[in-house]
């Protein structure tokens, strides 16, 4: 009696459980692929350039009498995007290094030559 309930188990279980698992390997095997392949760690250099764009015409667009807190978070955004796209292009900057002022207005003038002069559109 007991090898009857077994075999009807056995039965009546192994074909879902088979078609679960055909169902999961397509997914198991794009897994394992991707697992080699190595993922890029920042986001891709078309929209570090768009975004720098963009905050660039924003921060150009202040109003002078625009609050002081609005024009240094879109300067530091703007400082932020271009750190960023300096270690998508292995370039070096100061920027994390000086403080607000004038060193670091020209070591931004810098930074976006040298982007440019890696292929990168910036304004």
Same mark, same amino acid.
């Given at each position: 009696?007991?090898?009857?309930?077994?075999?009807?188990?056995?039965?009546?279980?192994?074909?879902?459980?088979?078609?679960?698992?055909?169902?999961?390997?397509?997914?198991?095997? +794009? /897994? $394992?692929?991707?697992?080699?392949?190595?993922?890029?760690?920042?986001?891709?250099? &078309? =929209?570090?350039?768009?975004? %720098? !764009?963009?905050?660039?015409?924003?921060?150009?667009?202040?109003?002078?009498?625009?609050?002081?807190?609005?024009?240094?978070?879109?300067?530091?955004?703007?400082?932020?995007?271009?750190?960023?796209?300096? +270690? /998508? $292009?292995?370039?070096?900057?100061?920027?994390?290094?000086?403080?607000?002022?004038? &060193? =670091?207005?020209?070591?931004? %003038? !810098?930074?976006?030559?040298?982007?440019?002069?890696?292929?990168?559109?910036?304004?």
């Amino acid at each position: 009696m007991v090898v009857n309930v077994a075999i009807y188990l056995v039965t009546c279980v192994t074909p879902p459980v088979l078609f679960w698992l055909a169902s999961k390997t397509p997914a198991v095997v +794009a /897994a $394992l692929r991707r697992h080699g392949e190595p993922v890029p760690a920042g986001l891709p250099i &078309e =929209r570090l350039a768009a975004d %720098l !764009r963009r905050v660039r015409r924003a921060l150009e667009s202040l109003a002078p009498e625009s609050p002081m807190v609005r024009r240094r978070a879109t300067c530091q955004a703007y400082d932020a995007l271009l750190v960023q796209a300096c +270690a /998508a $292009l292995g370039l070096r900057h100061w920027l994390d290094d000086l403080p607000e002022g004038v &060193e =670091r207005d020209v070591e931004r %003038l !810098r930074v976006e030559e040298a982007l440019r002069g890696a292929g990168l559109a910036v304004p």
